[in-house]
């Protein structure tokens, strides 16, 4: 093993879709091309948003596109402990605290800090936690769409760390888990770019490191919306990973031949594995539709 870390983290709020699969296929080809070691972590904090079955589906899905994992399962609704104790060193620095505003007083704008010098107690009240911010840019160095900077205090402003109703923003799981299993490279899709900033705060601020960010451009659809359950994205299945798994290697700037369409896909992947470059592949998101 080289020390390269990689993992793949879904929402099991549905099944798997081609977007989900790309996001997988590009994370374990380019762990695998350096000799790392992949893992696969449920982010399932969100417990109300969970879909049952779908956390069976996915791991009956990544079987079948032959993408094994390294070590066991990791599940955030399991992890809340650690989430605690990360909440708790911050607050022990006063760099949180107990907030009462909604998203509805709030608006569409940078949180203005309105509850900062507020000193509001937990007693009673179902208050969340914010984490204090700066205007000093957060720059993220990354491998696919380049340098991005942003300004968290007037992007965002304060950002929450613990919801009002007790479950954890994907923000603190998500360092924390990282951190955790000693995660070097996190490749995912570049709508999640726009959070990274927030993140390597909170990696500075717990004295965490920060690993090499790979955001992948998004499949949109025919109509030029993210595939999302939302928008109803086919899922991929044991029936069609073939064909999603040939098409997941175009999509992401490589060639296939064309004689292996349906393809085992250990087959795929070993083709792939010597041909990988994150350079080949286009930053911009684009429509690729996966044939039926």
């Known amino acids: 093993m080289t020390g390269v870390v990689g993992r793949f983290a879904p929402s099991p709020t549905g099944p798997l879709h081609f977007g989900s699969v790309v996001t997988a296929v590009a994370s374990y080809v380019d762990v695998h091309a350096q000799g790392g070691q992949w893992l696969l972590r449920i982010d399932d904090v969100d417990l109300p948003r969970i879909e049952r079955g779908a956390t069976a589906g996915i791991l009956t899905t990544l079987e079948a596109l032959s993408l094994p994992w390294d070590g066991q399962v990791i599940y955030q609704s399991a992890r809340g402990a650690a989430y605690a104790e990360a909440l708790a060193k911050l607050e022990a620095r006063q760099l949180i605290y107990r907030c009462q505003c909604s998203r509805k007083t709030i608006g569409p704008r940078a949180y203005p800090g309105t509850c900062r010098a507020k000193r509001l107690r937990g007693d009673g009240a179902c208050l969340a936690w914010r984490v204090k911010v700066d205007d000093e840019p957060v720059v993220v160095d990354d491998v696919v769409q380049g340098r991005y900077a942003q300004q968290l205090a007037s992007h965002c402003g304060d950002f929450v760390l613990r919801r009002a109703d007790g479950v954890y923003a994907y923000h603190l799981a998500t360092v924390v888990d990282d951190a955790w299993s000693g995660v070097t490279q996190v490749t995912r899709g570049s709508d999640l770019l726009e959070s990274t900033p927030r993140q390597i705060h909170l990696q500075r ?58 393809a085992d896909c250990g087959q795929l992947l070993a083709w792939a594995l010597p041909r990988w470059s994150l350079a080949a592949i286009e930053p911009a998101a684009r429509a690729y539709a996966l044939p039926a």
């Open 205 to 262: 601020l717990l004295g965490l490191p920060t690993p090499r960010y790979a955001h992948l451009p998004v499949v949109l659809d025919t109509h030029g919306d993210k595939l999302s359950k939302q928008t109803h994205a086919p899922a991929v299945t044991p029936a069609n990973a073939a064909t999603a798994m040939f098409h997941a290697l175009a999509f992401l700037g490589l060639a296939p031949p064309p004689e292996s369409l349906g």
